[in-house]
């Protein structure tokens, strides 16, 4: 996995139906997407200006979260490949991703990426884009292929709900499915304004995101929309002041901010349980509050980057920090 990226209370029915349900277009794109309504668009994504005539038509996600984008607005008839899961995708979309073939299990050579024929990638992170595999942004472009970066990677300050609305406005926009994303953009800020009246008056609880790490820590800082959905679960990021989406810290840092809740990424070739062990085992953390009560949360990687689980992590993460909270 790259680098750099990371039970429920059910508040409300809402969040788990699937976006089928919500006139999205179904995750099969049914009902297919105007030709050219509304082109020639222009963006302007992370840097890169591009000019669209109309929709692309063969595509190419990776990085998982960009894939769910995908699907949730119902375009996986323009998938021609996909690239680099992270944990496991919703069930909503599983069968629609299963229908989509997978180029590599991390990211595909250039070779491999180029013979799938796409007319665009759309990437999560950075590293999707990476020069020394020949695959940035510029060069794909010469060989006459458009490309998109997820906006938590280039965001210059903090990424909370006006940037997934951008993202998602944007996406939605390229293909020509603009009511759709103003479908799904809607759906998550329902899904969170109700967690936000559940959790009225509840004092927050000071968190510490553990994603990976040994000698130091791995862990989320201030920039991403991991910290937002943190605050929005009830939460404070004792990492906030990190100015970064990810970045590492010193344990000893860790034990000067006394977090009272740790909150693990879940992801990879390193489990849940291995991570309590090594926290759990560290003598040195024995008397951080969280680690002395054993007070642990659990969020998959994916749902703690800006896509399409935003609501669903918040209302995930407030039960685990709030139980009982209605």
Not at 171 to 187: C, D, H, Q
Not at 223 to 244: H, M, P, Q, S, T
Request: proline residues 6%; aromatic residues 6%.
């Amino acid at each position: 996995m790259p680098r750099i990226r990371r039970v429920p209370l059910v508040l409300i029915p809402l969040l788990l139906l699937p976006l089928t349900g919500c006139g999205t277009g179904g995750e099969d794109g049914a009902g297919a997407a105007p030709a050219a309504d509304g082109f020639p668009y222009t963006v302007t994504n992370c840097g890169v200006k591009t000019t669209f005539d109309a929709p692309p038509e063969r595509v190419v996600t990776m990085n998982q979260h960009v894939t769910e984008i995908m699907l949730a607005l119902g375009l996986r008839d323009r998938l021609v490949g996909t690239a680099y899961l992270d944990d496991s995708v919703l069930p909503e979309y599983r069968s629609a991703y299963d229908r989509t073939k997978v180029l590599a299990e991390e990211y595909p050579s250039k070779e491999v990426l180029l013979g799938a024929n796409p007319d665009f990638v759309y990437g999560g992170y950075d590293s999707a884009f990476d020069k020394a595999r020949g695959q940035d942004r510029a060069e794909l472009r010469k060989n006459g292929i458009n490309t998109r970066l997820n906006i938590e990677s280039c965001a210059e300050g903090g990424v909370g709900l006006d940037q997934l609305a951008t993202e998602i406005t944007q996406v939605a926009r390229t293909f020509g499915v603009p009511e759709r994303g103003s479908k799904l953009i809607a759906r998550e800020r329902r899904g969170i304004a109700a967690v936000e009246a559940g959790l009225k008056g509840a004092s927050p609880r000071s968190v510490f995101v553990y994603d990976s790490g040994d000698s130091s820590a791995f862990t989320a800082g201030g920039k991403g929309i991991g910290n937002e959905i943190v605050e929005l679960a009830g939460g404070r990021n004792v990492f906030a002041d990190l100015d970064a989406t990810f970045g590492d810290v010193s344990w000893e840092q860790v034990i000067k901010r006394r977090p009272e809740v740790v909150v693990i990424y879940d992801y990879g070739g390193t489990t849940v349980a291995a991570k309590k062990k090594r926290l759990l085992n560290d003598p040195a953390l024995a008397d951080v509050p969280a680690i002395r009560n054993k007070k642990f949360a659990v969020l998959p990687l994916s749902s703690a980057v800006l896509g399409v689980r935003v609501a669903d992590a918040v209302q995930d993460l407030a039960g685990q920090l709030h139980p009982g909270t209605p």
